[in-house]
């Protein structure tokens, strides 16, 4: 990374896109049928269930979108430090801050791809959760954050063959 660039990252919206367009597709199509099959009069929202059911969920995902939307989170990263942006609050954690940065799964076996990356901050208990999933360019992240970390990166531990025996209780013999 350069001197004065700042690589940005927000998340991904498109599966909300896409599950808007799909629950408004069941609905018209339902419509379409209910209307073809009976011959009474239309039906109420309050009368069929599954009509309730398919706007109910469409709307919440209109919502959530809207939400999505308006909070418009993002990340930052900098030469000197990670900052997590949104409409709401935003936090900034300084290279000095950072105990190290653990890339993958932790206790599983890693399965060709990194999901997650950990931030493990000095003096906090929990650690800052990146899911790489959720923001566009998602193989950059990772790179950038590799490269931000430099020594203070690390890989996940793979987990080992044997599975772990836990004691239950007291053992009579």
Known sequence: ???ESTHVYRARLDFLYQS????????????IVRSSVASEAFPSLWQDPLLFLLSAITLISVCALAYNLFMGRQIEIARD?????????QRSV???EVAFLQFGPRFRQPRGRIRVVRIRLKGERRPIRIRLANFDRRRQLLADLRQWAGPLGREARPASGA??????GKESG
Not at 163 to 168: D, E, G, V
């Open 81 to 89: 430090a990670i900052r997590f942006k949104s409409r709401a609050r």
């Open 94 to 96: 300084a290279r000095s």
């Open 1 to 3: 990374m350069t001197e």
């Open 20 to 31: 808007i367009a799909m629950y408004a597709v069941a609905l018209v199509l339902y419509l």
């Open 163 to 168: 599975p772990r025996k836990i004691a239950l």
